[in-house]
């Protein structure tokens, strides 16, 4: 029988979806058979981000309560790796937890790796993974809210007798606000670290698109190397390795954005460049420019000529500045109303007294 993987939160939208997707696809591009199950009984979402939501006819429960098999149910993203849609029409509270481990089970049989997308939460479905799983993914963005959720989480897998679950810090980089790496791994004291995946825009690109377990993601794929190695072994990489590996990424990141930015400096110091010396030259052409029509002179005039048609210029300006000087008006006379007015103020103090 295959082995059975859930991938879980506590908390909703901290990228269970996509990592089952996504981690189905790297798994079966190792060679694996490789079957992902979506269990959010009514609030199916994993068919959007395969792009299978039109492809739909029969589902988990179908098979369940053998209204087809499961050849009917299960659809094929490509050699040896396969979904199987959740209903829509019912949820958790209609289902008999017993029978859906049976059936779980049953189909395990022909896969190498079942991986179950469950539901958000701590409700009556996933009460039903605990008894069919024997690994557990739990994801958490570094936030506290959802590391929070994780916690509630890993208390519900000691009460089960559960312990073979680790941790996937989903997410990082997306928030400023987000608490640091080292700090979000030291509040959950987490004995396993699958791995840490940095915020992609590529993986939301391909969710909306319905390509998701079609495409690759270099800094994804590098950071997904220790949960594969954890799933595959049981055996998860030591924390340091992880953040050996993490710190490596981030570094080689920060080296492209420097060396892009480096680029940008360059072309804006060559444009800049390149118009200084246009203007400089521009400059130039049209200083030698003046200087030739100044020094040439028709053929045939004399030095003395050019000198008295200077001087009868400067007579012509002489005259013309003369002219256009304003002509100062004689002093209007005063009518008897404003010589009257003006005496009679004079009797005035600054004050507003009369003298």
Not at 168 to 189: C, D, I, K, T, W
Request: glycine share 8%; proline share 3%; hydrophobic share 40%.
């Amino acid at each position: 029988m295959g082995k059975i993987i859930a991938i879980m939160s506590g908390k909703g939208g901290v990228g269970k979806t996509t990592l089952t997707a996504y981690m189905g696809a790297a798994l079966n591009r190792r060679g694996h058979r490789v079957l992902i199950t979506d269990a959010d009984f009514g609030m199916r979402d994993l068919d959007l981000v395969l792009g299978k939501e039109n492809d739909i006819f029969f589902d988990a429960i179908d098979i369940w309560k053998e209204r087809c098999n499961k050849d009917n149910a299960i659809l094929p993203l490509r050699a040896g790796f396969d979904f199987l849609p959740a209903t829509q029409s019912r949820r958790w509270e209609d289902v008999g937890r017993k029978g859906y481990g049976k059936l779980i089970k049953k189909i395990a049989k022909s896969y190498d790796y079942v991986i179950i997308d469950a539901p958000a939460g701590i409700g009556r479905g996933n009460e039903a993974i605990f008894r069919v799983v024997e690994q557990l993914l739990l994801v958490a963005e570094p936030m506290w809210v959802s590391l929070r959720a994780v916690q509630r989480v890993m208390q519900l897998c000691h009460e089960e007798r559960l312990f073979n679950y680790g941790l996937v810090l989903n997410n990082v980089g997306r928030s400023e606000a987000a608490v640091p790496v080292e700090e979000a791994l030291q509040s959950l004291q987490v004995e396993n670290i699958g791995t840490i995946l940095p915020h992609s825009t590529n993986i939301l690109t391909w969710s909306q698109a319905g390509v998701l377990h079609e495409e690759c993601d270099g800094a994804i794929d590098t950071m997904m190397d220790p949960l594969l190695d954890y799933i595959e072994s049981d055996t998860a990489w030591a924390e340091e390795d992880v953040l050996t590996r993490w710190n490596t990424l981030v570094a080689a990141n920060t080296d492209d954005e420097t060396d892009d930015s480096d680029s940008e400096i360059d072309k804006t110091s060559v444009s800049e460049g390149e118009s200084n010396l246009s203007s400089s030259v521009n400059t130039k052409v049209t200083a030698t420019t003046a200087d030739s029509e100044v020094a040439v002179a028709e053929p045939g005039v004399t030095a003395a000529k050019v000198a008295t048609e200077e001087d009868t210029l400067e007579a012509v300006d002489e005259v013309v500045k003369t002219e256009e000087q304003p002509i100062e008006e004689p002093p209007k006379k005063l009518s008897f109303g404003s010589l009257l007015k003006r005496r009679f103020t004079s009797f005035w103090t600054r004050g507003g007294r009369l003298r």
